[in-house]
């Protein structure tokens, strides 16, 4: 089974409005955390924002924030006032926390194409 | 300097050439990664080092050869790759010991690898 799940391919949205990126994520840990990153054409990934499983405030920095729904085991980034910048490719990605084969492993979504409209 | 940083940005090798990544890491991280990164498909973890110690090795092909030398370095050795090695192969450094869940990987730019 999928670890992480996104299910949008692509995204477009207008200048300065918000848009939601959608994440849902599959474990039985329960211990993990939950990030997103940021892809832009240059291939680099750009760590944006970090949830624990344990943490009972959604998790913000600046424009992103992330909507944290544990009984739903969903994860979902908002970016806000969305900026040309913003064009790239976003990630969601979990970590468990058991000590087993696969526990130093970043579990990645196959990610969202998130295009920004002047 | 920035965090992660990755050698060389392109390389076109073909299949009897022996080529080598190299990854360098300025955050006073202590685990290194290697990534595949395929069209259309997840990211695919490949090894990690904790400490300087190889601790996962997901089924890489023998082709792909690590090398760890401190825990600022890290490379991989290529040889006799195929054409479905093409792929962009990022590197990536956390802080802590590899299993710990709450810490991000910082990645550098990737290589982009194509194999003729």
């Known amino acids: 089974a999928q670890k992480i799940t996104q299910t949008q391919p692509g995204m477009f949205v207008q200048e300065k409005e918000a848009v939601t990126l959608d994440c849902t994520y599959d474990t039985s840990d329960p211990s993990y955390g939950l990030f997103w990153y940021k892809q832009p054409s240059s291939g680099e990934m750009i760590f944006l924002i970090y949830?624990?499983?344990?943490?009972?405030q959604n998790a913000t920095e600046g424009r992103y924030s992330l909507n944290f729904q544990k009984a739903r085991k969903s994860a979902n980034l908002v970016i806000s006032a969305s900026q040309l910048g913003d064009s790239a490719m976003y990630f969601c990605a979990m970590r468990e926390g058991r000590k087993q084969t696969g526990a130093n492993n970043l579990f990645f979504g196959t990610g969202t194409r998130l295009t920004v409209i002047p | 300097e920035t965090g992660v940083t990755q050698t060389p940005r392109h390389l076109v090798m073909g299949m009897t050439n022996k080529k080598s990544l190299k990854c360098e890491q300025h955050l006073g991280h202590n685990a290194m990664y290697w990534y595949k990164q395929s069209a259309k498909k997840p990211l695919e973890l490949m090894f990690v080092y904790s400490l300087e110690e190889r601790v996962e090795n997901n089924s890489v092909p023998s082709r792909f050869s690590p090398e760890c030398p401190n825990s600022s370095h890290l490379f991989l050795h290529l040889h006799t790759l195929q054409p479905e090695d093409s792929a962009l192969y990022l590197c990536?450094?956390?802080?802590?010991?590899?299993?710990?869940?709450?810490?991000?990987?910082?990645f550098g730019n990737g290589t982009r690898l194509t194999v003729t």
């Open positions: 949830q624990g499983s344990y943490d009972q």
């Open positions: 990536a450094s956390s802080q802590g010991q590899g299993s710990s869940y709450n810490s991000p990987l910082h």
